[in-house]
């Protein structure tokens, strides 16, 4: 969990706003460090998570939660963390083995025609209180999906894609009042791809008109740089009468190997932005800012 990074969010373990969806994505960058931020902070939270994790094995995750201070294995045990590992899944599914039928929530990858109804259903029954005295421990619920492109390089639409999500979103969000957190990326420039109907440009609008709050990771426009690494823009929706308001921030970061007590330092830099107060409005002032990301080998604990 980067602190510093909870600030620039106003959110942290003792306080976060229920009901969102967080949309992260990234674009010839990585946004996968914001994955492993909100997976910590949740769990710090002592939320009960639901993650949907299609890129990468569970020792992955754990292994980066492990330098941020949080044991996913210890989480697992405590039923505060269900985990569904994808890749294995898919592989089960794609190759079948006598002893091993695989989970129904991937059924889509044998079976097409059923789309995403039974990973819908994995993720409301994980989240969904059972009444028992264990689940009346955790917190509000979080679905987090990393990431949920993958499924399009699976052959689902990007309809169903974002039905799924506008399900999960009435589920999670509206009836449970928990957070949910997708992550989707797109390939190459935002030009080049503007004319796929059915890719991860479509799947990236689609989300962005659902989700409360965005947060895109990008390369700098100038190309490498030793000192910077990349740019984060904010972007914070709220509906407000008939109309939205929005408000853009923009940050640059760098990661940094050092062994700091904090994971992440932050060097302001730049002018405050203003709240605009017309919908979607191109123009928008900006919070321009520098910080950097930090991590080292950190004891693990719950």
Request: net charge negative.
């Amino acid at each position: 969990m980067y602190t510093e990074l909870n600030s620039i969010l106003n959110s942290g373990p003792d306080s976060f706003t229920q009901g969102e969806f967080i949309l992260l994505s990234d674009r010839q960058s990585d946004a996968s460090f914001l994955v492993h931020h909100f997976l910590s902070l949740y769990l710090r939270a002592r939320c009960k998570v639901c993650f949907l994790g299609l890129v990468q094995s569970f020792s992955h995750y754990s292994a980066v939660s492990q330098r941020l201070g949080v044991s996913l294995t210890q989480a697992k045990e405590k039923g505060q963390l269900i985990f569904l590992e994808g890749l294995n899944e898919s592989l089960t599914l794609l190759i079948p083995q006598k002893t091993d039928t695989g989970s129904e929530a991937m059924d889509f990858i044998r079976d097409p025609t059923v789309g995403l109804r039974r990973l819908f259903e994995f993720v409301r029954c994980s989240l969904q209180s059972s009444g028992g005295e264990e689940e009346d421990e955790w917190g509000p619920p979080v679905l987090l999906v990393d990431d949920v492109s993958v499924l399009l390089s699976l052959g689902v639409s990007a309809g169903a894609v974002l039905d799924f999500s506008h399900y999960c979103r009435a589920t999670v969000c509206s009836q449970l009042q928990g957070n949910m957190v997708m992550l989707v990326r797109c390939n190459g420039e935002e030009e080049e791809d503007g004319g796929d109907e059915e890719g991860s440009e479509l799947l990236l609008k689609g989300l962005t008109h659902q989700c409360s709050l965005t947060l895109n990771v990008r390369g700098l426009p100038t190309g490498y740089c030793r000192d910077i690494h990349g740019q984060v823009e904010v972007c914070w929706r709220r509906k407000e009468g008939d109309g939205q308001n929005t408000q853009k921030k923009l940050f640059q970061y760098k990661f940094s190997p050092l062994e700091v007590a904090a994971p992440l330092a932050l060097l302001l830099s730049g002018v405050r932005g203003r709240r605009s107060e017309v919908p979607e409005e191109p123009d928008n002032q900006e919070e321009r800012c520098t910080f950097t990301l930090a991590s080292g080998p950190r004891r693990a604990a719950l």
